[in-house]
């Protein structure tokens, strides 16, 4: 447990980032189903029309996504390296 956990650190942190993405991949489409958050703001600006609303919400989503794109990768290359996060 000692040696295999911290081996396999990095890549339990690469799963754990591919799923944030596919979680925030899916906002919009869950917000077709009547789920709340960013995606309904998207969904309910792209069906009335309204481009910069759409824009702005889809803007923040992608940002949501790059920070904590950033985060998991960083946390995974400190415990790959040995050091503590």
Known sequence: ???????????????????IMLALSMVVIASMVGAPGLGA????????????????AGLAIVVIAIILDRLTQNIGKNKKQGGTA
């Open 1 to 19: 447990l000692k040696v295999q956990l911290p081996l396999a650190m990095p890549t339990i942190m690469a799963g754990i980032n591919q799923s």
């Open 41 to 56: 703001d998207v969904y309910r600006a792209v069906t009335q029309i309204q481009i910069g609303k759409g824009f702005e």
